[in-house]
């Protein structure tokens, strides 16, 4: 018998599963995750969750019966600790052993880790898991002031929740401007702004240098040129590294992530990777992206129960991402690069605009702030064969939908 075993619980994981069963898979579907709760969503983790008045409650990703209805052998509080891949089996630390038809990694990231003086006092948190928000929310509602390290999404959505609850906040961010990785120089820019009004203290080009503490528990942060923050509670959000480690031990091709191929396969024909975890061929040739997003969690679990199934296409998603930033509404469609040519449509001082990203004369990705409609359109237009030339966007009666039809 047909027999697909999954390696993660996460939106990944969880979506191959119930692909799967909805694509008609007739075969045995065992699921392992090694968090102790029922699959749930994590960006709440950052946002509603940390919301002043909001009963805490995680919000599953499929109902408790949702499983068992599905014939979804779902195993949780469970580790994959070995994979043989001559063999086709999985080990498991509660000492059983899987063995399998396909074997599909979806292990997602763990957060990056600080080896600064101070950072194992109490206080101090970092935010992947419900265990991980709890911990943070109960040290929130104690707190008199805060520090977040690193300007990324999370870090900034931790800064707005803390600003909801009335605490100070300072960000320490070592670039020049928040979520440069990932947002064009104008949306990092608002950004930061609109951080700044909400009464953070951000301060860009300061890196930590050391967590203060008295007794065991964090009391500030010291950046590298000397200055001192008051703090009680410190968010650490400094980026992620894949969980690949399971696949580079078994022998698998691991490059920052699983490296998979155009249909998701990893170097092995019976295994497959998707989400966080994942290395997968960009559109550019010769580029290969890791993303971390819901999106690209479930499109590829949607991917890899179709290729399962027996259809042999190419993922050819076009990416997008959100992130709730007090009142800030950012959308992300497609994928922006250093050095793209931005055209902005809309209202930057009202901070209802879209930034379209051109490489090559060619659309490649909009960001898009409090402006949803722009975002539909903008995945509309990305996945389409024609896009705007920066010409037709400058235009002043220009807009993503007109233009989408
Ligand atoms: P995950 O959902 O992380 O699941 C992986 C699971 O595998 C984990 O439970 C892990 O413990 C488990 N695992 C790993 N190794 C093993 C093993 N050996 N055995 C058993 N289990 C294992 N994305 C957005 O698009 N929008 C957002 O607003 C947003 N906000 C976020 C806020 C927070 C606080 C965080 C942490 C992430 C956020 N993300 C957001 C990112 C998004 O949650 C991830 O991209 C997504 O969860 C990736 O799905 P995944 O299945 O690859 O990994």
């Known amino acids: 018998q047909d027999r697909v075993v999954v390696v993660g619980a996460g939106h990944g994981g969880v979506q191959v599963a119930a692909s799967l069963r909805e694509g008609g898979f007739a075969g045995a579907v065992t699921v392992v995750g090694d968090e102790a709760a029922l699959p749930y969503q994590r960006p709440p983790l950052s946002k509603e969750h940390l919301s002043p008045g909001r009963p805490a409650q995680p919000l599953p990703l499929r109902g408790a019966g949702f499983y068992a209805d ?9 580790r994959a600790t070995a994979v043989d891949l ?17 074997l599909v990694l979806a292990t997602g990231a763990a957060n990056r880790t600080l080896a600064l003086p ?18 943070l929310r109960a040290d929130l509602g104690q707190a008199r002031s805060a520090a977040v390290v690193g300007a990324g999404f999370i870090g900034l959505e931790f800064a707005a929740a803390a600003r909801a609850h009335g605490i100070p906040v300072t960000v320490l961010e070592a670039a020049d ?41 964090v009391t500030g942060v010291r950046t590298g040129a000397g200055a001192e923050h008051a703090a009680d509670v410190v968010l650490v959000g400094v980026g992620v590294r894949p969980r690949d480690d399971l696949a580079r031990a078994a022998g698998l091709l691991v490059h920052d992530g699983v490296v998979v191929d155009s249909r998701l396969r990893t170097s092995d024909p019976h295994v497959y990777a998707v989400g966080d975890c994942a290395s997968f061929p960009g559109r550019s040739p010769g580029t290969r992206v890791r993303l971390e997003s819901v999106q690209n969690a479930t499109d590829q679990a949607r991917h890899v129960a179709a290729g399962i199934l027996g259809s042999a ?28 040519t931005t055209v902005v449509c809309g209202d930057v001082p009202g901070r209802r605009f879209s930034v379209l990203a051109f490489r090559d004369g060619v659309l490649v990705a909009v960001e898009s702030l409090n402006r949803p409609a722009d975002h539909v359109a903008a995945r509309r237009v990305l996945a389409a064969e024609v896009t705007p ?3 037709q966007a400058a235009d002043p009666a220009f807009t993503l939908k007109g233009f989408a039809g």
Request: one cysteine or more; aromatic letters at 4%; glycine letters at 12%.
């Open 86 to 102: 001559p063999r086709r089996t999985v080990v498991l630390d509660d000492g059983d052993e899987l063995s399998y038809t396909a």
């Open 177 to 217: 401007r928040p979520m440069a990785r990932a947002l064009t120089p104008v949306m990092s820019d608002c950004l930061a702004a609109a951080h700044r009004e909400m009464g953070s203290d951000l301060r860009l080009g300061e890196g930590l240098a050391e967590l203060l503490g008295r007794d065991g528990r």
């Open 389 to 391: 030339t920066p010409q």
């Open 313 to 340: 296409g190419d993922y050819t998603e076009v990416p997008w991402f959100w992130s709730n930033q007090g009142p800030l509404r950012l959308q992300i469609a497609g994928l922006a690069r250093p050095g793209d």
């Open 118 to 135: 101070g950072s194992g006092l109490a206080g101090v948190h970092d935010l992947r898991t419900l265990a991980d928000a709890e911990a």
């Open 70 to 78: 599905h014939r979804i052998d779902l195993r949780t509080g469970v």
